[in-house]
């Protein structure tokens, strides 16, 4: 099963990017406050992270905080 959402909220990685897109929003940080998700257990904030370096929406691999410590 393709992971595609922050689940706690029930948010799309669509839909956040949608909200990154047209606010310019370019940290989890940032996204946060235009769109609440990723309060609880902050599992989803690597794949937004992802999300907002590559577009990418939907992931079928685990990626954990330090995979991409990295990235914005
Ligand atoms: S999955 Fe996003 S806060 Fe838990």
């Given at each position: 099963m393709p992971i595609d959402?922050?689940?706690?909220y029930q948010q799309t990685f669509a839909t956040l990017k949608e909200v990154a897109d047209e606010?310019?929003?370019?940290?989890?940080?940032?996204?946060?406050?235009?769109?609440?998700?990723?309060?609880?257990?902050?599992?989803?904030?690597p794949y937004v992270r992802r999300?907002?370096?590559t577009g990418q929406t939907s992931f079928d691999e685990v990626i954990r905080a330090e995979d991409n410590s990295a990235e914005a």
């Amino acid at each position: 099963m393709p992971i595609d959402r922050c689940y706690c909220y029930q948010q799309t990685f669509a839909t956040l990017k949608e909200v990154a897109d047209e606010t310019g929003a370019a940290s989890v940080e940032a996204l946060q406050e235009h769109v609440r998700f990723g309060q609880n257990c902050e599992l989803c904030h690597p794949y937004v992270r992802r999300m907002l370096a590559t577009g990418q929406t939907s992931f079928d691999e685990v990626i954990r905080a330090e995979d991409n410590s990295a990235e914005a």
